[in-house]
């Protein structure tokens, strides 16, 4: 075809598109940013739940784009209408929302750009197909899906590539007259690449975590535009990486296979080319053959991201945990600068695990307990009272009703160089901290006594009744319970009593084992003191009694 009769093609083919390139190129111009400054997107298709693998690359998005003054936004990839689930959009804003990761434009978050969800672009994307069917880079296609299956059987039996190009590419030579016949006769068509590529020839690319890597030339005529004038993921992603002026692509490298169709596209569209940052699959050691595989919606309960809402596992330490998944030098840098927030360190390219990062159950609860350590005893109530005021409103009510209390209890053993690490998730503190709140303790600790050993509590009520002053500070409570436990013939020390064990009953320590187990209902917890300090001397003696009358 001539270039006269390509725009008559084009003309006959989107008679309703007034608009052309340079009106959305005007539109959408360059961004005012910085040097160097990184636009970054998140482009979920809204086709199922938000998993690990999902958050960790929007995470990426965002801190490349924070650190270099650029832009993170959102874009919704609903291109695949069929596949769509309910409450998919809502469910991804919402996780953003929830994790504390978000995009400073996009779809829900406004912006200058948009519309940042591809369902309302579809005329953006007809003006950039009009114009490549001018240029002879796209055609009509009118096969029907019985005979593309038949070529893709026979492609199977031949083993060669699957696909439409050359040989069997009919419609790619049609004339003017034939296209507008079949239009005329109501035939469907797609809008298929004309691709110029030879499969002989190599591309290279060159991807900010991966490094060279060669590909052969795309020289499939891959689908632009669906029969119902839609666009394909493939052509819709590149006009909105332009329009909005993404720079840096940063996605699961399921989507490395398809770079040299995203490469021919965006060379035949004349853009400016982005650069690509493919992210590997995050990885877990098989708890059965200990091999180590993808991490697994069906084998591990980390995988979606509801694990970490419904467990109380804080935003902050999991952005930590997506940190050291991100960078390998992140987790020495936090444990250096434990002042520091994460914003500080400064991400690249370079320090991202080629290969994929394994999940590390244990490094993540480290991270937590790490997180939960430097908190004051007030934020350790105020962040629990919120979490179970969304998953457990029956211990929010309670954390109210003892709110004095619990912030007491929480800042036990803060101050010193080695704050307490006990609690790992907001889901934990219930059973943790359960003796501080009487009716817990009654109905669900003491039921789990550590301990199996009877206690004396005479002993222990003659101890409190006429010993304990809870006014007087740690030191001195400790030695007045040493002169106690000497005075009813129990060695002052542990050492003491290995030296000559016939002397004594026991020692100093197994007094205060009896009196925890009994006010506690557990063989450890924090300083036993702190605890009856809070609890009171009225409390102390109904716990004892509850411990006899059991
Ligand atoms: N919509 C694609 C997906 O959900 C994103 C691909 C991309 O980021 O380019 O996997």
Redesign the pocket.
Known sequence: MTKEERVELAELLFPNIKHDREYYEAKYPERDLPEGAMVTRY???PTGSVHLGNLLSAFADMVYARQSNGSFFLRI?DTDQKRMVEGGIENITTVLKDFDILPNEGYSFGGEYGPYIQSERTEIYQTYIKDLVIQGYAYPCFMKEEEIEAIRQEQELNKTKIGIYGVYAIDRDLSLEEVREKINNKEEYVIRLKSPGDANHEIEVIDCIKGKMKFPEHNVDTVLLKKDGTPT?HFA?AIDDHLMHTTH?I??DE?VSSLPLHVQLFQLLGFKPVRYAHIAPITIKDQETGNIRKISKRKDPWFGVKYYEENGIPIEALHLYLATITNTNFEEWYLNNPEKSISEFEFSFDKQAVGGTSFDEAKLVNLCKTYFSRKSGKEVYEETHFWATKHDTEYAKLLEENKEDMIKFFSIEKDGPRPRKDISKYSEVREEFSYAIDSLFEKEHYAKNESEKEYDTDLVLDYVNNYLDLNVDNETWFNTIKEFAVSNGYAASPKDYKNEPEKYKGHVGDICEAIRVMITGRLKSPDLFSIMKILGKDRILKRIEFYKNK
């Open positions: 482009g979920p298709s990839e993921y992603h692509v996605r699961g989507w």
